[in-house]
């Protein structure tokens, strides 16, 4: 299974295959930043993983865009996530938050899971999991985990 088509064509039907699946495919944290995965209509990771470094601290700290006016940066970012699934075809959006020198979940990526999946639901954006990957590998956030 080390190759790129036999992991896209694995069928993630519980959490803990996703969890694994992450592990595999982002292994240890590098920088501050979190990733973006889509989930297909199959249920298989979708393209593209996409990687995105020097996000806001404060996912509530407001922004102007033309299109949406003045929004969070947790629902400008949501709603691009929307769009981004919309147009690759894609069923569910994944989201995993790395830190390096992290062991436990810190209270800024709490927060910014607090919003996205609040976004989220607000949106109708399909968020099917948060992660972690830190010091420790990745682990998921459950709603209480962040509440």
Do not use: K
Not at 53 to 75: F, I, Q
Not at 114 to 136: G, H, I, K, N, S
């Amino acid at each position: 299974m080390n190759d790129d088509t036999s992991l896209r064509d694995r069928i993630l039907h519980t959490d803990d295959q996703l969890r694994d699946l992450i592990d595999l495919l982002l292994q240890h944290p590098n920088q501050r930043q979190f990733w973006l995965l889509f989930i297909d209509e199959r249920g298989c990771l979708g393209d593209p993983l996409m990687p995105m470094a020097g996000y806001p601290n404060d996912p509530l700290e407001t922004v102007r865009v033309d299109d949406l006016g003045e929004v969070t940066h947790s629902r400008l970012l949501m709603h691009r996530i929307g769009m981004a699934r919309e147009m690759t075809g894609n069923a569910q959006v994944v989201l995993v938050w790395e830190q390096p020198g992290v062991e436990t979940v810190q209270d800024a990526d709490r927060s910014w899971a607090r919003a996205m999946a609040a976004q989220a639901a607000e949106l109708d954006v399909p968020l099917r999991a948060q992660f972690t990957l830190y010091e420790r590998g990745v682990r998921q956030l459950h709603a209480d985990d962040y509440v």
